[in-house]
T-cell receptor, first 113, second 112 residues
């Protein structure tokens, strides 16, 4: 069973640009969530989608947005990039159990110059 | 306001000995408590979890203990192996939310 796939794995942008990251969840998983990992803050929740609807959103500015498609694939977008947006962006998918277990992809490493 | 705290940023343990990683949380409404392991340049991988109705869960070398009265969670690794060297995150879920809330992680180094 294929795991969670994220693209691109690495990317470099400059301040003011925008970026789109993609995530394909495990087949059959309908919930996709996104997390930002930085050295100082650890893993912070961005948002979660289920059946194309955003169910929950973390404490991030409106420059961070996302969406989910009918095939459960998800994208997140960051507009007007700032230096502080440099981070590892992790996507996770969740199956039908309610144990809280998430399956993470390897992440997209974003560097903003 | 951190809901999940891992107060030790790092821990060094000799190979073969026990590793104990600790985590404290603030909200007594959490339903599930999880431990994730993360290697550099990889996503976190699920290790073990425990429901709020239990106080212990064991899986091979890994045991998680939950002390609800103290709002404290711990992970025991026995015996520790060099391959266990990684960053360990505790996470909580529930309390009406679908998200996981993570601690900031503890870097475990197992010395051969």
């Amino acid at each position: 069973k294929a795991g969670v796939t994220q693209t691109p794995r690495y990317l470099i942008k400059t301040r003011g640009q925008q970026v789109t990251l993609s995530c394909s969840p495990i087949s059959g998983h309908r919930s996709v969530s996104w997390y930002q990992q930085t050295p100082g803050q650890g893993l912070q929740f961005l948002f979660e989608y289920f059946s194309e609807t955003q169910r929950n959103k973390g404490n991030f500015p409106g420059r961070f947005s996302g969406r989910q498609f009918s095939n459960s694939r998800s994208e997140m977008n960051v507009s007007t990039l700032e230096l502080g947006d440099s981070a590892l962006y992790l996507c996770a998918s969740k199956g039908p159990t309610n144990t809280g277990e998430l399956f993470f992809g390897e992440g997209s490493r974003l560097t903003v110059l | 306001d951190q809901q999940v705290k891992q107060n030790s940023p790092s821990l060094s343990v000799q190979e073969g000995r026990i590793s104990i990683l600790n985590c404290d949380y603030t909200n007594s409404m959490f339903d599930y408590f999880l431990w994730y392991k993360k290697y550099p340049a990889e996503g976190p991988t699920f290790l073990i979890s425990i429901s709020s109705i239990k106080d212990k869960n064991e899986d091979g070398r890994f045991t998680v203990f939950l002390n609800k009265s103290a709002k404290h969670l711990s992970l025991h690794i026995v015996p520790s192996q060099p391959g266990d060297s990684a960053v360990y995150f505790c996470a909580v879920s529930g309390a009406g939310s679908y998200q996981l809330t993570f601690g900031k992680g503890t870097k475990l180094s197992v010395i051969p």
